[in-house]
Structures are given as structure tokens and as C-alpha cells.
């Protein structure tokens, strides 16, 4: 890495600006998340199965839509464009899951507006991704990082913020606050984000892709990409349906929202050291140990929470789970970048998507699972779940060794 670019980009305005951009967008997801098995069985009535029906459904609905943005916008369309879209779809989404009661009619706003809405990361992400290989000699694996754990600032208030809004204004106030902050997401990107011509989009040298089948043009002829989409879908399935169990087991334990809030709120204010940390040792060349170790600690968790007693013991174990998400969501991303380093959409795009599908997977566990085995016997399945993203990484590895190497972008 050069220092002396690394840093001159971190301190710039612009980079600044996209910092403030992710962290706004942070907060559209950080409001909600923690409440939203709740909400959807208390407030709406939702059986367990049927959410998880409901869930599956928006994720199919997300991928499909993310996966054709994602080729289309290295391309042919600005990647403001597509955040604009995106933000004023997630405000909408949001207006209508405020003053919606009908599953069904809520069915229709998730599968539309707020899928369209889930492009964002992936996009934002692509975007900064780009604007990193401007600068020659940037690591992109550090400032990606960084750019990741301001995301997770967002995560350390916005549970608890939301959870005083729900406390004040119910689950309405709750979605048209989220709503607002997609208005000033807009803002954000107006002001940060600049237009792209895609003929401008930076590149950077790498092997080109084929453009005859479908399967060589999403990468995924490339050595170790399918294994790796596969595996970080898994370990994403497991964190989805410990998101949605977590919460339903705190409050059978006794836990009220601030207690629920705070335990979602301490995993993220551990992620932001636990990203840059990883940045830096990953940038040394050590990435695939970083991921391996992250995926070890995933198991730990989940085989540690069957043996909660009570509601705080959580709160310790929550620093397991930081590190394993700080992997995913981090150490991944400028992973996925340098396998197609000629495409960030489509490998961005590819991360997200593959995170997505192992969301669908959690989703459609917990509907299934949910009737048939308690709390404690989900995070079984979850730790099962990891420990097979542990198997297909390892047997992976003598593949992902061939790939260009991910430990720096090549500038």
C-alpha cells in the first residue's frame, strides 16, 4: 500500500462525503432490522411460516433485481442514477409498510419498491470501489474496510434509536423515520456521488471476461468465485436466521426492546475495530486467514448461544459475532472486487447477490424450521450452517490460491 495515497484519499472531502453517504445508508437498515420478526408477528399477525415465505419472496425478488442492475450499470447506466432510484424507492417502501396492515399488500410493497431499495449497498460499494482505483497506489482493502465500518457506526445507534422511536411513535413512527432517512439519503448522493460516465468507469488490468455464455460473463467461470459465492451465501444464511430467532428468543427469555436493541447495538460497535484491524492484516497478504478465523469464530457463537441462560449472556458473545460479520461484510467485499477486477457491478453485485440468496436460504429455514424445534434448536442449524461454510472454504482454498492476488487492487 501507499501510505502517503491511502491516506490523502481517506482525508479527502469527497472520500469524506461517501463515508457520510454509507453511514445514512447504514441507518436505513439499522432501524428496522432488529424488530422486524417482531413486528411482523405481533403487529401484522404473520405466522412464523408464512414470514418466512414472506421474507424468501422479497430476497428472490431482491436478487433478481440486483443481479440485472448490477451488469447493466457497468455499462450503460450511472451508478447515481441507480442510488437515486434506489433511495426513492426505499422511502416509499417504507411509507407503505407504515400505514399497510394487509400481508399480502405488504408482500407486494417488499417485492417491489423495497427490493429495488436493496441495490443500494451493492452500488454505493461498486461506486467507491471505482473511485478508489483513481488513486494510484490506494489499497483498496483497508479503505474498503473503512468504508465498512462507518457503515457499522450506524449499526451502534441506530437499534437504539429505533427502539426509543418504536417506544414513542409505534412500529408507524418507526417506518416513516426510516423513510426520512432514505429522503436524506438522496441528499447524500446528490451532493457525494459523482456522475460516471460508464465509458469512464475506472479499470484496472486483469483477465477480460468472456462475453459468450451467461456463466463466463458473471465470473463465474473464474477459479474459486462459484465456491466462494456459495460459502459466504451459507454463512449469511446462518446470520439471517439467528436475526430472526435472536430476537423472538430474547423476549421469550424476558428481554424487553431495549434489551433486544442493545444486543444488536453491541456486535457493530465491536465491528468497526474488528474491520479496520482486519483491513490491515488482510493487506499483508493474509486474507484467506482472516476469513477462516472469522468463519471459526461464527461457530463458536452459534454453539455458545444454545447455552444462554439469560438474556445478558448475549452481550459477551456478541464480540464473537462482531468479528465473524466484520469478515463478511468486509474483509469479503474488496475480495470479490479483485476476482473480476475489470467488473466491480458485477462482482460487487455477485457479493451482495450471493449474501442475498443465503438470506433467502436463512429465511426459508426459519419457516420451516420454526415449527418443528425451539430457539435453542435453531442455533443449531445456524451453527451447522457455518460450519459448512467452514468445509467449502478450506476445500476451496488449493483454487482460490490461483486467483489473482486479492490483497491489493491492481492500480
Excluded at 430467532?245 to 465491528?271: H, M, R, V, W, Y
Aim: include cysteine; aromatic fraction near 10%; proline fraction near 4%.
Amino acid at each position: 500500500m501507499n501510505d502517503t495515497s491511502g491516506r490523502r484519499l481517506l482525508h479527502a472531502p469527497a472520500f469524506a462525503g461517501l463515508l457520510v453517504t454509507n453511514f445514512v445508508l447504514g441507518l436505513t437498515s439499522s432501524f428496522i432490522a432488529p424488530f422486524g420478526s417482531l413486528w411482523a408477528t405481533g403487529e401484522i399477525g404473520m405466522s412464523a411460516s408464512f414470514l418466512g415465505a414472506f421474507m424468501t419472496i422479497n430476497s428472490l425478488s431482491a436478487i433478481a433485481i440486483g443481479t440485472a442492475l448490477g451488469r447493466w450499470s457497468d455499462s450503460h447506466i450511472s451508478r447515481r442514477t441507480l442510488l437515486l432510484v434506489g433511495a426513492g424507492a426505499g422511502a416509499l417502501g417504507n411509507v407503505g409498510y407504515a400505514f399497510v396492515r394487509d400481508p399480502w399488500l405488504l408482500l407486494a410493497i417488499g417485492s417491489s419498491t423495497l427490493a429495488l431499495a436493496a441495490m443500494n449497498f451493492a452500488q454505493l460499494f461498486a461506486h467507491v470501489r471505482e473511485e478508489i482505483a483513481r488513486h494510484e497506489g490506494a489499497d483498496a482493502t483497508f479503505l474498503m474496510g473503512v468504508l465498512r465500518a462507518c457503515y457499522a457506526l450506524a449499526w451502534t445507534v441506530g437499534p437504539n434509536l429505533g427502539a426509543a422511536l418504536k417506544g414513542t411513535f409505534g412500529y408507524r413512527g418507526l417506518f416513516l423515520s426510516t423513510a426520512g432517512f432514505f429522503l436524506v439519503l438522496i441528499g447524500c448522493v446528490l451532493a457525494f456521488v459523482r456522475r460516471r460516465p460508464r465509458a469512464e468507469a475506472a479499470q484496472a488490468p486483469g483477465p477480460t471476461v468472456a462475453r459468450g455464455s451467461t456463466w463466463a460473463a458473471w465470473g463465474l467461470g473464474q477459479p474459486g468465485v462459484l465456491a466462494h459465492c456459495l460459502a459466504f451465501g451459507l454463512m449469511f444464511a446462518a446470520f439471517t436466521l439467528n436475526g430472526l430467532n435472536l430476537p423472538l428468543f430474547l423476549k421469550q427469555s424476558g428481554a424487553d426492546e431495549e434489551a433486544i436493541a442493545t444486543a444488536f447495538a453491541i456486535s457493530p460497535l465491536c465491528e468497526m475495530a474488528f474491520m479496520v484491524g482486519f483491513g490491515h492484516v488482510a493487506a499483508r497478504g493474509h486474507q484467506r486467514a482472516v476469513i477462516l478465523l472469522g468463519t471459526l469464530a461464527a461457530i463458536c457463537y452459534f454453539v455458545a448461544l444454545r447455552f444462554v441462560a439469560a438474556p445478558w449472556h448475549v452481550y459477551p458473545l456478541q464480540v464473537l459475532n462482531a468479528s465473524a460479520v466484520a469478515v463478511v461484510t468486509s474483509v469479503a467485499i474488496p475480495y470479490f472486487q479483485d476476482l473480476l477486477p475489470r467488473q466491480a457491478g458485477i462482482a460487487t453485485s455477485l457479493y451482495s447477490s450471493a449474501l442475498k440468496a443465503g438470506a433467502l436460504i436463512g429465511f426459508a429455514t426459519f419457516g420451516a424450521a420454526s415449527s418443528q424445534m425451539d430457539a435453542r434448536g435453531l442455533f443449531w442449524v445456524c451453527a451447522t450452517l457455518a460450519s459448512l461454510t467452514l468445509t467449502l472454504l478450506v476445500l476451496a482454498a488449493p483454487r482460490a490460491r490461483a486467483l489473482p492476488a486479492p490483497t491489493k487492487a491492481s492500480l
